[in-house]
């Protein structure tokens, strides 16, 4: 690239210590053609993104984005034309013969360049493919897109130290095995001084019908997220552990290259095999849950266990549950990779009407949510700025619904990102947040 690469993206030692292997910036238009030429192969999906837009326009006022930034490279369709360009120059006979006449365009290093920004700028909420009347799903390309950036050695650092740590210690916030089981230990204390039971977060527990992926985060900055899915299990009395080595939800290779994401999936498939569980239940993680869903069992199947989200298995048994109202008037954001890619829409909303005396909906909700603005692996410092920008659309949401005690956030990542969201839009300290499974664990009779 010839200008100098934004802030976030890591130094070459350390994609390189990650298994990538760095391009020159001369050789890199080349080697992300041959790349290209390869995922046109593999990936029909791509190919239908590519050949069916007809820049009808109806993306643009769907894409919290375009609307937060009002950047015509954010317009989802201007944002596809980035990759369709190239993919018309040199995979189309019109393309070949009459260049940009056929909107087609050179591959250069500037094109490599606008890559890097803007497909770093897109949540891949597939809210686009929502309102397209062809239902294409911009996502597809960002995904691919990052894919041949990162298999250049192009990686932005939130992304890479969280891989480097998935790698060293099963988990994206780099907890060692000795801090996890610390961690559970100062939980289960709190529980017991709450409620005067001795209810149990295991670790590596051996022989367990189920195995528990939580966000690492539930063990640090959302340990209510943790301690209602405990308080659950125990009332339930599920024979359930966490396993150290993938004591994590979250799959950055989603966001960036399906290796890392194959890599992450082989671990739960390997975790559940060892302690000799027959379900894996995935907890509160948009993108993660996704990953699991789609991709486990293409990737690394066929896999030996069933495998359901907390949310699922909570409104499974929820008839079970000694749940007392609680006296709150409550809204749920909808995380994008839960209503438009996982299938959790209905649970938490009866889930919530089983917990507390009023459920008011944001405009849009379900399948219709607008994203966070976090997503997609960009909840990096250095885009805080464009994470604003991104989550302005979801601050209006949530203004509009008026005086509430609690905004229900249950994704980790949109966890990180709504609160300073609605910290920047001046919306914060007028009612408490956190995860749906927090709510469970308040309104549960132990």
């Given at each position: 690239m010839k200008d100098k690469p934004p802030m976030y993206v890591a130094k070459q030692a350390d994609v390189e210590a990650l298994g990538f292997s760095f391009t020159p910036a001369a050789?890199?238009?080349?080697?992300?053609?041959?790349?290209?030429?390869?995922?046109?192969t593999k990936m029909r999906s791509l190919m239908v993104m590519l050949e069916t837009c007809t820049k009808c326009g109806n993306c643009a006022k769907q894409c919290h984005s375009f609307l937060g930034t009002e950047d015509y490279y954010n317009f989802p369709a201007a944002r596809a034309e980035l990759f369709r360009r190239i993919y018309k120059r040199y995979f189309t006979w019109q393309g070949r013969l009459f260049g940009r006449f056929a909107g087609a365009e050179d591959f250069t290093e500037e094109t490599l360049g606008k890559w890097l920004t803007y497909y770093y700028q897109c949540n891949e909420c597939r809210r686009c493919a929502r309102f397209c009347p062809f239902g294409i799903d911009t996502a597809e390309i960002t995904i691919v897109a990052r894919h041949i950036l990162s298999?250049?050695?192009i990686v932005p650092k939130f992304l890479y130290s969280s891989a480097a740590?998935?790698?060293r210690t099963g988990n994206n916030m780099g907890i060692p095995k000795a801090a996890v089981i610390d961690s559970a230990e100062f939980m289960e204390d709190e529980m017991r001084e709450e409620t005067g039971v001795d209810i149990k977060i295991p670790v590596d527990k051996?022989?367990?019908d189920v195995l528990y992926i939580p966000s690492s985060a539930d063990f640090f900055t959302n340990v209510d997220t943790m301690l209602g899915a405990a308080k659950m299990f125990h009332v339930l009395g599920t024979n359930w552990t966490i396993p150290s080595s993938v004591l994590e939800a979250a799959n950055f290779g989603l966001l960036f290259d399906f290796n890392v994401m194959k890599e992450h999936n082989r671990r739960l498939k390997v975790a559940a095999a060892e302690l000799?569980?027959?379900?894996?239940?995935?907890?509160?993680c948009g993108h993660g849950w996704r990953a699991a869903k789609m991709y486990t069992n293409a990737l690394n199947g066929p896999v030996p266990f069933r495998l359901l989200h907390i949310h699922e298995f909570c409104d499974e048994h929820l008839a079970k549950l000694p749940l007392k109202k609680l006296p709150m008037r409550v809204t749920l954001h909808d995380p994008c990779n839960y209503a438009r890619a996982g299938g959790i829409i209905e649970q938490p909303r009866r889930i919530l009407r089983a917990c507390v005396t009023e459920l008011v909906e944001m405009t849009p909700n379900r399948e219709d949510t607008f994203c966070c603005g976090g997503g997609s692996g960009i909840l990096m410092d250095e885009m805080l700025?464009?994470?604003?920008?991104l989550g302005k659309k979801k601050a209006e949401q949530i203004k509009a619904v008026g005086d509430?005690?609690?905004?229900v956030i249950p994704c980790s990542i949109c966890k990180a990102q709504i609160p300073a969201v609605l910290k920047h839009y001046g919306l914060d300290?007028?009612?408490?947040?956190?995860g749906l499974m927090d709510i469970v664990g308040k309104s549960l009779d132990i």
């Open positions: 050789q890199q238009p080349g080697r992300a053609l041959e790349k290209m030429a390869e995922m046109r298999e250049l050695g740590n998935m790698a051996p022989d367990s000799g569980a027959s379900l894996v239940i995935q907890g509160e700025d464009i994470r604003m920008k509430i005690d609690y905004l300290n007028k009612f408490e947040m956190g």
